[in-house]
């Protein structure tokens, strides 16, 4: 099992930026791809990014294509999420997750019940 602690949300106004950052402990982490998932009120919990459990593949949903940028530093225990040119349809509680089992070569999970631990979530708002 590994525990996962997810920072950096806040408030921003529609066209900026903000990071997210996931802290990893109690297992060893670059055996195992990451993931960002996020929840808006009354919406299902959705899937924005993965990362390889090597960094070297990633994965986006459309919806961020090209906006947000994941990515992990396997010395750190750190995955990270970049998002830029935030919108208000992005405001939700962003997750990270770790994958629930081992993949081998760089492959990106996608599918919700491909992930075994989550975090606590951490909330981001955009404004029009």
């Known amino acids: 099992q590994v525990q996962l602690e997810e920072s950096g949300g806040g408030l921003v106004q529609a066209g900026g930026s903000l990071r997210l950052s996931c802290a990893a402990s109690?297992?060893?982490?670059?055996?195992?791809?990451m993931g960002w998932f996020r929840q808006a009120p009354g919406k299902e919990r959705e899937f924005v990014a993965s990362?390889?459990?090597?960094?070297?593949?990633?994965y986006y949903a459309d919806s961020v294509k090209g906006r947000f940028t994941i990515s992990r530093d396997n010395a750190k225990n750190t995955v990270l999420l970049q998002m830029n040119t935030l919108r208000p349809e992005d405001t939700a509680v962003y997750y990270c997750?770790?994958?629930?089992?081992?993949?081998?070569?760089?492959?990106?999970?996608?599918?919700?019940?491909?992930?075994?631990?989550w975090g606590q979530g951490t909330q981001v708002t955009v404004s029009s």
């Open positions: 990362v390889s459990r090597s960094g070297i593949s990633t």
């Open positions: 997750a770790a994958a629930r089992t081992y993949f081998s070569g760089n492959y990106c999970p996608v599918n919700l019940l491909e992930y075994g631990d």
């Open positions: 109690g297992r060893t982490f670059n055996l195992y791809a």
